[in-house]
């Protein structure tokens, strides 16, 4: 079983986002979505050869409900700043310690930051143990900092272990 679903986890997200996607549940779209979701991780998963395990899956899905949150949160200030006076945002770069040791959970971190709006992941550096981000608008460096931290990085180092 393993060997025809290596990531399970990916394999369902892959078929789950399918769905939501489909405009039509014909039997050629089901069975479809159904070899994408084995083939991708079939394909994908040499590229992945010392990937953490998922220690707490309950705790990744309540933490995956709260980064789809934070994403809508963020959609809307975002638009709040970019149609309100353009002189209150205040752009800028902030590095983020980073307390993770595995290089794929300091990745997740970084794509977690670039999809939630207004931030973007610049730089992911293991050996400076750095997360590089430039948001839209950082009143305070050492807020947005303790916010990446609490909010996304502590839940990451419970959900893997690390």
Not at 11 to 17: D, E, R, V
Not at 79 to 103: K, N, S, T
Not at 117 to 127: A, L, N, Q
Request: charged share 20%; aromatic share 8%; proline share 7%.
């Amino acid at each position: 079983m393993s060997r025809l679903f290596p990531l399970p986890l990916t394999s369902f997200a892959i078929l789950s986002l399918w769905l939501v996607l489909a405009s039509s549940y014909t039997a050629g779209s089901l069975i479809f979505a159904a070899l994408v979701a084995v083939a991708i991780p079939l394909w994908t998963v040499r590229f992945w050869p010392d990937r953490p395990l998922l220690r707490r899956p309950l705790r990744a899905a309540g933490f995956a409900v709260l980064v789809c949150w934070d994403i809508v949160v963020a959609n809307i200030q975002v638009a709040r700043q970019v149609l309100g006076p353009l002189e209150r945002i205040r752009p800028g770069f902030v590095e983020v310690p980073l307390d993770l040791e595995d290089a794929f959970v300091a990745t997740l971190l970084a794509g977690i930051v670039t999809l939630t709006p207004g931030t973007v992941s610049i730089e992911v550096d293991m050996e400076r143990k750095l997360l590089n981000v430039h948001a839209l608008d950082v009143p305070d460096a050492a807020a947005l900092i303790a916010e990446i931290k609490t909010r996304y990085e502590v839940p990451l180092k419970e959900i893997f272990g690390c």
